[in-house]
T-cell receptor, first 117, second 113 residues
Framework: GAVVSQHPSWVICKSGTSVKIECRSLDFQATTMFWYRQFPKQSLMLMAT?????????EQGVEKDKFLINHASLTLSTLTVTSAHPEDSSFYICSAATPGGGSYEQYFGPGTRLTVT | AQSVSQHNHHVILSEAASLELGCNYSYGGTVNLFWYVQYPGQHLQLLLKYFSGDPLVKGIKGFEAEFIKSKFSFNLRKPSVQWSDTAEYFCAVIAGNNRKLIWGLGTSLAVNP
């Protein structure tokens, strides 16, 4: 159980275009999803926290108009990189948190490799 | 601000050697503690977690970790590593009621056959 999928697994796009990445919790409902960036050989950087039915909460330094997050249902959150530039090339990972309780655990998707040319 | 530090950035071991990876966090309240592993080309997987109870936690693949509250530590151990343990290991903490994971920078483990 607790499987999280991401689509696409990799994408190449031209500078100036937008790219949408989907994150789905396959066998559980996730009221909260998280979006991360991971640079090579580095740790995860939290970009934003996405709560179903409400606006995402962005971390300091993350442009909310550039990285649009929508959490329209309990099993789907999307990240849209708008007007992508080469510096946006990265590995984007989502996670979904199980609902309720006092202890929280996140389940991670396999990640999406974005390359902007 | 809360933070997580992993003392070893790169570790190289021979098979059958014992492993201990250090993790310390800065937060005085209730914490949930995690170790994640990322094998080459794969996504993050949970190795083990501590929420409450017995401070010695056993995880998958023979890994264990001990929560020492007085030292704010959650070190990861394995008595005998295998080549297949070559991976990136991340310590992470949830502090208090905040659901966000605070990540360490990770430790790259290479096990030579």
């Amino acid at each position: 159980g607790a499987v999280v999928s991401q689509h696409p697994s990799w994408v190449i796009c031209k500078s100036g275009t937008s790219v949408k990445i989907e994150c789905r919790s396959l066998d559980f409902q996730a009221t909260t999803m998280f979006w991360y960036r991971q640079f090579p050989k580095q740790s995860l950087m939290l970009m934003a926290t996405s709560n179903e039915g409400s606006k995402a909460t962005y971390e300091q330094g993350v442009e909310k108009d550039k990285f649009l997050i929508n959490h329209a249902s309990l099993t789907l959150s999307t990240l849209t990189v708008t007007s992508a530039h080469p510096e946006d090339s990265s590995f984007y990972i989502c996670s979904a948190a199980t609902p309720g309780g006092g202890s929280y655990e996140q389940y991670f998707g396999p990640g999406t490799r974005l390359t902007v040319t | 601000a809360q933070s997580v530090s992993q003392h070893n950035h790169h570790v190289i071991l021979s098979e059958a050697a014992s492993l201990e990876l250090g993790c310390n966090y800065s937060y005085g309240g209730t914490v949930n503690l995690f170790w994640y592993v990322q094998y080459p080309g794969q996504h993050l997987q949970l190795l083990l977690k501590y929420f409450s109870g017995d401070p010695l936690v056993k995880g998958i693949k023979g890994f264990e970790a001990e929560f020492i509250k007085s030292k704010f530590s959650f070190n990861l151990r394995k008595p005998s590593v295998q080549w297949s343990d070559t991976a990136e290991y991340f310590c992470a903490v949830i502090a208090g009621n905040n659901r966000k994971l605070i990540w360490g920078l990770g430790t790259s483990l290479a096990v030579n056959p």
